[in-house]
């Protein structure tokens, strides 16, 4: 079994910083790609950054200049260093990944996800 666990959500000023964290867990072969998704209410769920099991990155146009994906390949973890905060930015944020579990499968799986609120 494979978990992801997301931490580091809460609640920020306009103008502030935050840093989510994604961990992945269980029988893992091995890790391809890790996404950050987000969900505002009322909105269907967005990808909003992505790194390679390489390290190339993608980012949506709306977060492009102030959030950074990277990750730790040894410790199968992924983070979301998220500056310039905006209200706009308000959302559950979840952590994606493409793992298999041995030499011959892969699946996407998800974490729980973490509230960000931006206000002031």
């Known amino acids: 079994q494979v978990q992801l666990v997301e931490s580091g959500g809460g609640l920020v000023q306009p103008g502030g910083s935050l840093r989510l964290s994604c961990t992945a867990s269980?029988?893992?072969?091995?890790?391809?790609?890790m996404d950050w998704y987000r969900q505002a209410p009322g909105k269907e769920r967005e990808l909003v950054a992505a790194?390679?099991?390489?390290?190339?990155?993608n980012y949506a146009d709306s977060v492009k200049g102030r959030f950074t994906i990277s990750r730790d390949n040894a410790k199968n973890m992924v983070f979301l260093q998220m500056n310039s905060l905006k209200p706009e930015d308000t959302a559950v944020y979840y952590c994606?990944?493409?793992?298999?579990?041995?030499?011959?499968?892969?699946?996407?799986?998800w974490g729980q996800g973490t509230q960000v609120t931006v206000s002031s």
């Open positions: 994606n990944a493409l793992i298999s579990t041995n030499w011959n499968n892969v699946r996407r799986y």
């Open positions: 269980g029988s893992i072969f091995s890790i391809n790609a």
């Open positions: 790194i390679s099991s390489g390290g190339s990155t």
